[in-house]
């Protein structure tokens, strides 16, 4: 029997005619039906991008090359395990996007490069953990410090895996999240705005999470332990006995308000007998004066305070006035006072005054204008007071600052001439990235002379890598002096390590930067910004540790009669014992 054959109308297409019914497809199986879901994505689960491995693994490697200072095998890790992170994150990235040009490559493609990867990258890690520790081993040896075990490098293995573990499981959780919202989104919006407004609506609820949950509450909780800290009392810090420091006998200030830097502080100064033995002659009991956050209320009234202080000790007859712009905690370096004191065989008047309580990163990052105005008030209010006796009758006023207290003593002057006109001498260990006049300075060196050890020939402003160099100086004698050392990451940080290869490490090199050294754009910032964490825990003279390096800058400024190199370095000696 013959079948009759309906041609299909012009124009139909191919999916219409497929739905009219026909003796093989019933028409319960050809009547419209509803889109099919989309498939189930595995995220969380999902396979690592090839590109992203690859790119992991090249800046897993890089994270072992030298910078600055040496670093813990546990540091290590964490380094390595974020910066491979970044590499996996941009490599991910760029083969999403090299699919969305091209489309997918084919599987052939992928498997050859994957098996090429599985080749390259055991090898290419293997090396650069034996350079990596070799480089490790060497950085100690320059900096003087002791090397680590061998066995330490596969702690670091181990760390780097647990850390970049972590990242990427926090990555991708954040991925399922958009890709949750944007299935919600897809119901009154189309696809592509749903993705765009789910990645969008993740960020912003991401950042806010770790702005207000994480940072917020690391603030609080770190002013909570510093409130805490600053509130108790080291170990052997007992109230003087003398009427010629703060917090003793007859003194304005309460011993209950210095905090526990200005206890330390006031109670740290060397015995009369000590101060003899090391002059050769008799000395005099030195004056400490100090004032806390709660020993007044204002700023103002603080350095007022001070001031009244001075005159009740009788500070301003002694040969030396130093005004010290503490570190946020208002910790000073005892070897700083310690230093000037043995020098003048305690013919001298020390003073500071605290403007928080919180460590100098944390005050430093939270409000930098603490530091600027705490400084500006003391300081002012002893120049003016200073300023009022005869010139013939005044003591040497010198200032000190080191680390962030160096940031407060240039925001009080504003110019390096105004710097130089302030005192009799300044001295400044370790000034941060954000200093203006250092910053002026250095930009205005001497053609030829390196960033880390500039010359300035304009003004009366020594810089110093390496504190020895103070010792032979020709000419007369400076008014301020940067001491400076060429591996402290807290002055050779800055933002533009990010993409611009920084001038120390073009040209020659200062003796202790390794010259296995390399810029890398990104790496070689994250590197410098975590040494900061450690950079006080190496020998004095490397990293942000100067220490008993005061002496030189002192007898660079303000030598007393008779003082000599010989002298400094057996006073250098007396201090780091």
Request: net charge positive.
């Amino acid at each position: 029997m013959l079948r009759k054959v309906v041609a299909s109308p012009p124009g139909w297409s191919a999916a219409l005619r497929s739905r009219i019914p026909s003796p093989r497809r019933p028409l319960e199986e050809a009547s419209l039906t509803r889109p099919a879901p989309p498939a189930r994505r595995r995220i969380v689960r999902s396979s690592l991008s090839v590109t992203g491995v690859g790119l992991a693994a090249v800046f897993y490697c890089l994270s072992f090359t030298p910078s600055l200072l040496p670093r813990a095998w546990f540091l290590q890790g964490v380094v390595a395990g974020i910066t491979a992170s970044m590499g996996y994150a941009l490599g991910a990235a760029v083969g999403a996007l090299a699919r969305r040009l091209h489309g997918p490559f084919h599987r052939r493609t992928v498997l050859i490069a994957w098996a090429m990867l599985a080749a390259v990258i055991p090898v290419m890690v293997v090396i650069f953990l034996w350079l990596g520790t070799r480089w490790q081993r060497d950085l100690r040896v320059r900096l003087g410090m002791q090397p680590v075990p061998e066995y330490d490098v596969a702690r670091t293995v181990g760390a780097s895996l647990l850390t970049f573990g972590m990242l990427l499981l926090i990555a991708r959780l954040l991925r399922l999240s958009t890709y949750g919202c944007a299935l919600l989104l897809r119901r009154v919006v189309p696809q592509r705005a749903a993705y765009c407004a789910g990645t969008l609506v993740v960020a912003v609820l991401a950042y806010s999470a770790f702005d207000n949950l994480l940072i917020a509450n690391l603030f609080t909780t770190v002013d909570r332990l510093a409130a805490v800290e600053n509130s108790g009392t080291g170990n052997g810090v007992t109230v003087p006995a003398s009427t010629l420091r703060s917090g003793g006998p007859r003194s304005l200030v309460a011993w209950d308000s210095l905090g526990r830097q200005g206890r330390a502080f006031v109670a740290g100064t060397p015995k009369v007998e000590e101060l003899s033995t090391f002059a050769g002659r008799p000395a005099q009991e030195p004056i400490r004066v100090y004032a806390g956050l709660t020993s007044a209320e204002t700023l103002h009234e603080r350095a007022a305070l001070v001031v009244k202080e001075m005159d009740r000790t009788g500070a301003f007859d002694r040969a030396v006035v130093a005004v010290i712009t503490p570190t946020g905690t208002g910790w000073i370096d005892n070897r700083v006072p310690r230093s000037l004191e043995y020098m003048y065989a305690g013919d001298t008047a020390l003073v500071s005054m605290q403007y928080s309580y919180l460590p100098s990163f944390f005050a430093f990052m939270g409000d930098r204008s603490e530091v600027a105005d705490a400084a500006e008030a003391l300081i002012g209010a002893v120049r003016a007071r200073w300023a009022m006796m005869p010139a013939g009758t005044r003591p040497r006023l010198l200032l000190f600052g080191e680390s962030l207290g160096t940031y407060g003593m240039e925001m009080t002057f504003g110019t390096p001439e105004r710097l130089v006109d302030g005192a009799d001498g300044a001295l400044l260990l370790g000034p941060t990235f954000a200093n203006p006049t250092h910053r002026a300075l250095t930009l205005g060196r001497a053609p030829g002379s390196p960033i880390w050890d500039p010359t300035y020939p304009d003004l009366p402003v020594e810089f110093a890598d390496d504190a020895a160099e103070l010792r032979d100086l020709a000419g007369p004698r400076p008014r301020v002096v940067y001491l400076q050392n060429a591996t402290d990451p807290v002055v050779w940080w800055s933002w533009d390590l990010l993409w611009q290869k920084p001038q120390w490490l073009i040209g020659q090199r200062a003796p202790d930067v390794t010259p296995d050294m390399h810029w890398y754009p990104g790496i070689t910032f994250w590197q410098i910004s975590c040494d900061m964490v450690f950079s006080n825990q190496v020998p004095t003279g490397h990293g942000h540790s100067y220490r008993s390096e005061t002496v030189d800058g002192w007898a660079a400024l303000a030598p007393p009669p008779g003082w000599t190199t010989a002298d400094s370095i057996r006073l250098r000696a007396l201090l780091d014992g």
